[in-house]
Structure formats: C-alpha cells, structure tokens
C-alpha cells in the first residue's frame, strides 16, 4: 500500500476550504486507500511570530476536527508533529544536506519573510528551515506521495532533492517522494474576495466560514457574500468569480454540477439561502461531533498518544540509518 503524508498546520481555525479541499478527501478515500499518516504539525506554527497559548488551542482543536470529520483511528495514524522527536532528529541531517541557496531561493520565504519584516516582527531563522523539516515529515516515514496544493510543490521538490543527494553521498536511505496534486474535490474561495482561496490565515475572517462556526454565523456569512454585477445567473470562473464560487459550495455541499445549478436559479437572495443551508447541513454532524470528543480529552489525548506511538515505531529505524550513515556513532 501506498504510504501518504499530509500535514495540518495549527494557524487557524480549520476552515470550509480546508475540509472541501482536502479532509473530505481524506475521510472518504485516502484512509482505505492508502497507508496515510495525517500530522498537525505544530512545530511549523513557530516559525512567524505566535501566541503559545493559541498554538496550544489550535493544535488540539485541528486534532480533534480531524477526528470529529471521520478519519478512523484504526485506519491513519493521527497524530502531533512534537511528539514524535524523529522530525527534529532528521531535520538536521537534512539541514547538513541542504544549502543555503536553495532554501533562501524559495518563493514562500521571500513572502513570508517580507510580509514578517514589514510588520515589524523578525523573520526568524526556521522560517529559512521550515522546508527542511517539511522534509523531514516527509522522508522520515518513508513516504510514497504528499498530496498538496500548487504552492507547496516547490517544497516537495526539495524534499525529493535532499532524498536523491543524502542517498548518493551516504547510501539509500530515503524513498524519494512525489508530490501528488489531490483532484480537488471543490476549490472553495473567500466569500469576500473570490479570486484568491478560503485560507485559514486570511487577514478579515468575514469572508472565511470555519468549520466550527454556528449555523448563524455560517447564515451571516454566506448572505453577505460578495457577488457580480450582471443579472443573469450562469456559471462563469473568470468573470463572475463571486457567483461561480458560491455554486461551487453548493454543488460541493449538496452534489451536482454548478453549471446546471446555474439554471435552477433566478436571483442571488435564493442561490444564498440555499448555498447556506448546505453548509450548515454539511457541519453539523462534524460540529456534533467535535463536541462530544472535545468533552472527552482523556479519549483524544489515548488516540494521540497512540498515533504518536505508531508514527515514532514507524520513522525510528530510518532515521537511526540515516544518523549511522552520516557518520555518526551508534550509542554503545
Ligand atoms: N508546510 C505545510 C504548510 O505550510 C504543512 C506541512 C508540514 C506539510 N509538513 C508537511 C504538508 C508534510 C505536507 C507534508 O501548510
């Protein structure tokens, strides 16, 4: 069986964007598909400026959403990037198998770094690395795919390269990885601003449905999302990306093709009301749920202790080969 690796940073609420972009997936295919280990990788929030406090939080609730969403403990190996040491460890061989160029040429740090440095707020020195220890997620459980959006490819990428380089210089250690585009079950946009994604840190959270937000909300936000001018209602990406986006929740949410869904409707009041309802129908049972396991921790905490158990018997002795091959003394 193929083994998957997917990661879930705990930088904000989970969102409708995530869950129809990818953990739908996840739930409904990748867990009997394939032998797929789900992190939420904690270590990847310090790398901007954090509240610790809120990290914590987070960390916790994706955990639980994940669980909550239906991926099976019995069938994927949930669990917290912290508490499997096996990703530090090998980060830093990696980091002795990167360079420099090739960390400081990314396109995400120069982003990232810019958007840091005009705030005011540093950029601090594991933003450079975090690729590394993407790397590092990836290679230690000698992982076949990692599916993942455009913008990660490039990281992929290096994970690929440090694999094909550590293995030439020191023998074959890694599997070298491939980044697998996920056929994306709905691309869902912000409500507010539909050419760019629904992303979890997006600066205004109005155009952002979080996947724990009450029907109301989820009411308040959809009725005010923005739309086209143009009184005809037809499905058209490029030139009524409002319109197109909230056909595409609903055909997400409740089935069928957003083009036909077009034609059933004659005003945007109707098309809203409708999209709305069917992300509240489509949360519910996952809010219900998340209730019940966020009233029990000592559960979450077994499961992820359990997965942190299995992915740290699974990534050990690729990672002890890879601290003899380097080099380095076996402890007696
Ligand atoms: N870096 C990814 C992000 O910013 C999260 C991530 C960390 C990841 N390690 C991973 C994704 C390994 C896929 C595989 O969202």
Redesign the pocket.
């Known amino acids: 069986m193929k083994r998957i690796?997917?990661?879930?940073?705990p930088t904000g609420h989970l969102t409708l964007g995530n869950y129809l972009g990818a953990v739908r997936r996840w739930v409904e295919e990748e867990q009997y598909r394939t032998d797929a280990l789900f992190?939420v990788?904690d270590l990847?929030a310090l790398t901007v400026h954090h509240d610790p406090a809120r990290v914590r939080r987070l960390t916790l609730q994706a955990a639980t959403l994940l669980l909550a969403a239906g991926l099976d403990p019995a069938r994927c190996t949930v669990f917290v990037q912290s508490h499997v040491d096996e990703h530090t460890r090998l980060s830093y061989l990696l980091e002795c198998t990167a360079a420099d160029g090739e960390l400081r040429r990314m396109i995400q740090y120069r982003e990232k770094a810019s958007r840091a440095e005009a705030a005011g707020q540093g950029v601090r020195l594991s933003l450079l690395t975090?690729p590394v220890?993407?790397a590092a997620?990836?290679l230690a459980y000698g992982t076949d795919e990692?599916p993942?959006g455009e913008d990660?490819t490039q990281?992929v990428e290096l994970a690929r390269d440090l694999a094909v380089r550590f293995n030439r210089r020191y023998g074959h250690t890694f599997t070298v990885p491939r980044a697998t585009r996920p056929r994306v079950g709905a691309r869902v946009m912000d409500l507010q601003d539909p050419t760019s994604t629904m992303g979890k840190s997006h600066a205004s959270p109005a155009g952002i449905v979080h996947l724990l937000d009450d029907a109301d909300t989820v009411r308040r936000k959809v009725g005010r999302a923005v739309t086209d001018s143009g009184s005809e209602l037809v499905y058209d990406r490029a030139e009524r990306p409002g319109l197109a986006n909230l056909l595409d929740v609903l055909a997400a949410c409740g089935g069928g093709d957003p083009r036909d869904l077009a034609g059933a409707y004659t005003s945007y009041g109707a098309l809203k009301k409708d999209a709305a309802e069917a992300v509240v129908e489509l949360l519910a049972p996952v809010r219900k749920r998340h209730a019940e396991l966020a009233s029990d921790p000592a559960y979450v905490g077994g499961v992820l202790r359990e997965g942190a158990e299995r992915a740290r018997a699974m990534a050990r002795p690729r990672v002890d080969t890879a601290y003899r091959a380097i080099g380095l003394l076996p402890p007696g």
């Open positions: 690796f997917s990661g879930i940073k992190s990788v990847h975090c220890l993407m997620d990836i990692v993942v990660r990281h």
